[in-house]
């Protein structure tokens, strides 16, 4: 059932919502690999702390529109691969498309790198 109100539909306005989020999110993840990219960490963290904690938001409200998304942010910026693979998981059950299963791919991959850097560093010591 749909409201109209002010000639708009809830849903619209709320698909309207969503997008915006998700252009400013997209804008935070950016600013942060920029920043990383340009040795600006202190500022690379400050823009990486806001969009993780935007895609935690709203993968728990509409994880078949963000899951895909957090992933690679996770993957990049974020600097987390066992969390880029909860969410790459997620959106495998989600949509399988080859996009879906190269994203999953990506994330064991960079798990099972970070399992292997941990290995080496902790031989080192």
Request: aromatic share 8%.
């Amino acid at each position: 059932m749909e409201h109209a109100k002010g000639g708009q539909t809830w849903p619209r306005k709320r698909k309207r919502r969503q997008d915006r989020n998700s252009h400013w999110i997209s804008t935070r993840r950016e600013l942060a690999r920029i920043l990383g990219n340009a040795g600006r960490a202190h500022e690379s963290r400050h823009w990486c702390r806001l969009a993780a904690a935007r895609y935690d938001e709203l993968v728990t409200s509409h994880p078949e529109a963000f899951a895909d998304h957090a992933a690679e942010f996770w993957l990049a910026a974020g600097a987390n691969p066992e969390k880029a693979l909860r969410f790459a998981r997620m959106n495998v059950d989600i949509r399988k498309t080859p996009r879906a299963y190269g994203l999953l791919a990506e994330a064991i991959g960079a798990t099972n790198q970070d399992c292997n850097n941990n290995l080496q560093s902790k031989m080192l010591t």
